[in-house]
Structures are given as C-alpha cells and as structure tokens.
C-alpha cells in the first residue's frame, strides 16, 4: 500500500500544488509545467513526459477533467478513462512529480497560479507564436515569458495518438 499511496499523493488540488511549487522555487528547484487529456496513455506520451520531465527539477502535469475533454469535441466516446483513472496512471510515472486537474477550457489559470518555470507543449504548437488565435499559440507562454520562464516545444513521436488507436479499435 505504500506505493500506492505515494501514487494517490500525487494527484493535489490546486491550492496544495501551489504551496508544494512554491517551496520548490524556494529551494531554486525549476518547476517544469505541462497539460493534456492523456487518456489511453501511450508510448508518445510516455516519452513527451519524460522529455518534458528532463527541463527541470520537477514535472507538474495539468490533466482536463473528464467535462473539460468532452467540451474539445473529440467524440462522444471521449474521455474513454475517466479522470481520476487518468490521473493515476500518470503519477504512476516515476518522472511526474505532481497532477492538478482542471475544468477550465484551457490551462490559463492553473498556470497564472503556479507560475512554473518551463512551460512545455508538443512540437505541434510554437513557443514563438504571439497570436492568441492561431493553433500554434502555447496557452500561458506570455504569462510564464512575462515571469521571467522559458517556454519549450518538445518534438513528438510519429505515429502515436488516442484518436490514432481509437480509430484501429474500432475497425
């Protein structure tokens, strides 16, 4: 059970997430930041998180909620795990140091919050795009740029995606 619990302890609330970062930047320790639905967990994923984990000291993931996931529109059978099941299976990661939900359409706020360090997407966003509406603009990079953080685009893994998997279920 204490495996399990160190796994459970992972999963915080947003007011405890902000006093665990805090203290980390206390100690000089670099808060890296990411978000997503993360729901069939798959080799992509493993290894964007893990190579977003290697831009600091300590990976905070921002993980939709099952309600936030059904307003992107990508199905109805979506979310296929639930949230807290999600959330889980990524502080089963040994390089995820914490995960806070949110309900928000985007990480804004969460990110306002925490003020992380290193603000990480997949390569399919651009951390040098400036206009809000475009789909390459990294949601929270002015904020993190502004704060005095980097923003990073980690190159994905070909191939893998839930919708990708989902499609070769169905067939």
């Known amino acids: 059970m204490k495996t399990l619990h160190e796994i459970q302890n992972k999963i915080v609330s947003k007011e405890i997430a902000v006093e665990i970062v805090r203290e980390w930047q ?20 493993v290894t964007y998180l893990a190579q977003s984990s290697d831009e600091g000291d300590h990976l ?7 309600a936030s996931v059904k307003r992107q529109g990508k199905g109805d059978d979506r979310p296929v795990n639930s949230e807290l099941s999600r959330a889980m299976i990524l502080a089963a990661l ?38 809000e509406t475009s789909k ?19 190159p994905l893994v070909e191939g893998f995606s839930t919708t990708a998997i989902l499609k070769r279920l169905k067939k």
């Open 94 to 131: 040994g390089f995820v140091d914490l995960i806070v939900l949110f309900d928000a359409d985007t990480p804004l706020e969460l990110i306002q919050t925490l003020r992380p360090d290193v603000l990480v997407k997949g390569a399919d966003y651009d951390p040098a795009e400036t206009a």
């Open 26 to 45: 206390r100690t000089d320790e670099k808060v890296v930041f990411t978000n997503g639905c993360f729901d069939i967990l798959h080799e992509g994923h």
């Open 60 to 66: 905070v993931v921002g993980l939709n909620t099952d």
């Open 136 to 154: 390459k603009y990294i949601v929270g990079s002015k904020e993190v740029i502004a704060a005095g953080g980097v923003v990073k685009a980690i």
